[in-house]
């Protein structure tokens, strides 16, 4: 069993900053990429951020030069910083890994419960 808890979201005026954590706990074995979805409404997931096990990052273009994802490997836990907030980054922002449960040879894909940000203007 793999739990992803998310913590951080909240409410913040335009310009401002907020910081994402999402921890992962369980029966892991390794994790490979860790990564912040967003879902607006009426609109689909998609991709925020992503890092891999070695650091590798990957951004949304709408995101580059604002947010910036990392990890702790020791704690199993991505954050992500977001400055520079806008009014179109107001969603709900899953984590999700690729992990290895002990016991099993196969990336699973496993998700946070979601936190909620929202930026006014």
């Known amino acids: 069993q793999v739990q992803l808890v998310e913590s951080g979201g909240g409410l913040v005026q335009a310009g401002g900053s907020l910081r994402l954590s999402c921890a992962a706990s369980?029966?892991?074995?390794?994790?490979?990429?860790m990564g912040w979805y967003r879902q607006a409404p009426g609109k689909q997931r998609e991709l925020v951020a992503a890092i891999t096990s070695d650091g590798s990052t990957n951004y949304a273009d709408s995101v580059k030069g604002r947010f910036t994802i990392s990890r702790d490997n020791a704690k199993n836990t991505v954050y992500l910083q977001m400055n520079s907030l806008k009014p179109e980054d107001t969603a709900v922002y899953y984590c999700?890994?690729?992990?290895?449960?002990?016991?099993?040879?196969?990336?699973?894909?496993?998700w946070g419960q979601g936190t909620q940000v929202t930026v006014s203007s």
């Open positions: 999700n890994a690729d992990v290895v449960p002990y016991g099993s040879s196969w990336w699973q894909d496993y």
């Open positions: 369980g029966s892991i074995f390794s994790i490979n990429v």
